[in-house]
């Protein structure tokens, strides 16, 4: 009977030390926390502090269809882009899915619009709503850091498809 006292003991122990190193809950809340910096640095037009949420080797393909592979990189496509039509820009984006999967990498959905953007000719383009799938894997240091990012517009269905049910605000 002892022994059985000394089982259950430890177990909720244990338990309790998992309870309050955090739960899934807390992953999902840095993981949103850790959005948020993204759509700030975009605001301030911060093209290296975009590309600081990347993983060294990470990548982005932008919804025109530009690859960017490497922090180096991705920091490059920022630049231009905020150099050019999205310099006046202003993102919102709103986490919709976090799925960890194991304990170091998790899929991401955001639901994102860029307002603000300007032709070549510098008249005002509309509202861009678009989808986002962010695949990030904690680093050595625990840290969140992106690997990919697919930033995507749905397509209207075709007739006879029906609604589509995950269309962007």
Do not use: C
């Not at 809340?29 to 600081?52: C, G, P, Q, T, Y």
């Not at 050019?84 to 202003?90: A, H, I, L, V």
């Not at 989808?131 to 850091?145: A, I």
């Amino acid at each position: 009977m002892r022994t059985i006292g000394l089982l259950v003991a430890v177990s909720l122990s244990v338990v309790g030390l998992a309870w309050a190193a955090g739960g899934p809950g807390d992953e999902q809340d840095v993981l949103k926390a850790r959005s948020a910096e993204f759509a700030a640095a975009w605001n301030k037009h911060d093209a290296a502090a975009m590309a600081a949420l990347w993983a060294p080797d990470g990548d982005v393909i932008n919804p025109f269809g530009r690859v960017a592979k490497g922090r180096a990189e991705v920091e490059a496509l920022f630049k231009d882009e905020h150099g050019g039509p999205m310099k006046m820009t202003t993102y919102s984006s709103k986490v919709t899915g976090v799925r960890v999967l194991g304990d170091r990498v998790a899929v991401l959905d955001w639901e994102a619009n860029i307002t603000g953007m300007q032709s070549g000719d510098g008249s005002p383009l509309p509202p861009f709503p678009h989808h986002v799938v962010v695949v990030v894997q904690k680093d050595k240091d625990g840290k969140w850091m992106v690997e990919a990012a697919r930033p995507y517009a749905f397509a209207p269905a075709p007739p006879g498809m029906g609604k589509t049910p995950a269309t962007p605000q």
